[in-house]
């Protein structure tokens, strides 16, 4: 398998909080997610999060081969909780977390993995791509936006409402993503499907998936052309563009193309 990478922080001089690697049968992808006040929480810090929680990933999928990537990724978040257990509120709603994205190649299959808003789309050989996606967190955010806007930042109502909110995390019925608590890999969106039917996959950052689903610049075969031609760094290209052309606030992008699977 052949993997090539890109990632952009947000904006020059700021910490890049999102993680990508691969080993010769597996790439992963972590989007670390953050919100204000977690410094007094975590003395480590989110992209310290990301990198330990990709890094652990990365060694376990080299070296036991023969376990299920939920396990894997439990297995992960159970170590990354331990290392900064003793100096941190791990448990705390707003400690460091991640979402993640994770292919692994395995006897004639591709399997997939995904936790959070990260992106994963396989590219069939016979058909349109196949995009996996968890939208839960996309969804309750959404049902709060209009009582977040209705409400003036920094009073106790908008306070409130944001508690609520991140309340709804890694419970039922919310949404999930890596944090401290290794059930959480129980509710990642999982597959496989035969290497034969796939002529290539790609691992996306929410920051760098809106070129679809946010600025409509492309469809996923749009997209896949285009890193089949120009790489994974034209993409990051173009949503920095648009970002730049409506005014919206730049995210980390980091994408993970794979090809040549076969050969893995």
């Not at 990724?73 to 460091?96: F, K, N, Q, Y």
């Not at 395995?106 to 997939?112: A, H, I, Q, R, T």
């Amino acid at each position: 398998m052949r993997v090539t990478m890109a990632s952009a922080a947000a904006r020059t001089g700021r910490v890049n909080e999102d993680f990508t690697g691969a080993v010769p049968t597996a790439a992963v992808l972590i989007d670390g997610a953050g919100i204000p006040g977690a410094e007094s929480i975590c003395r480590h810090g989110v992209a310290w999060y990301a990198a330990r929680l990709g890094g652990s990933l990365l060694s376990l999928l080299s070296v036991v081969p023969d376990r299920g990537l939920p396990a894997l990724l439990a297995e992960a978040i159970s170590r990354v909780t331990d290392e900064h257990r003793g100096t941190c509120d791990v448990t705390d709603p707003i400690s460091p977390s991640a979402t993640v994205a994770m292919l692994r190649l395995s006897d004639g299959l591709v399997e997939y993995l995904v936790l959070g808003d990260s992106v994963l789309v396989l590219d069939r050989a016979d058909g349109v791509p196949l995009v996996v996606s968890d939208p839960r967190e996309v969804i309750i955010s959404r049902s709060y936006q209009p009582l977040i806007e209705a409400t003036p930042a920094g009073s106790d109502e908008h306070r409130r409402v944001l508690r609520e909110l991140r309340a709804k995390r890694n419970q039922p019925g919310g949404f999930w993503v890596a944090k401290d608590d290794p059930r959480a890999a129980d509710e990642a969106i999982t597959g496989r499907c035969p290497i034969a039917e796939l002529t290539g996959a790609v691992l996306l950052s929410n920051g760098a998936s809106r070129i679809v689903d946010r600025f409509r610049l492309a469809d996923w075969p749009g997209v896949m052309a285009v890193l089949a031609s120009n790489g994974p760094a034209e993409i990051i290209r173009r949503v920095r563009q648009a970002e730049a052309r409506d005014a919206v606030a730049a995210d980390d992008a980091t994408i993970a193309h794979c090809t040549d699977l076969a050969a893995a």
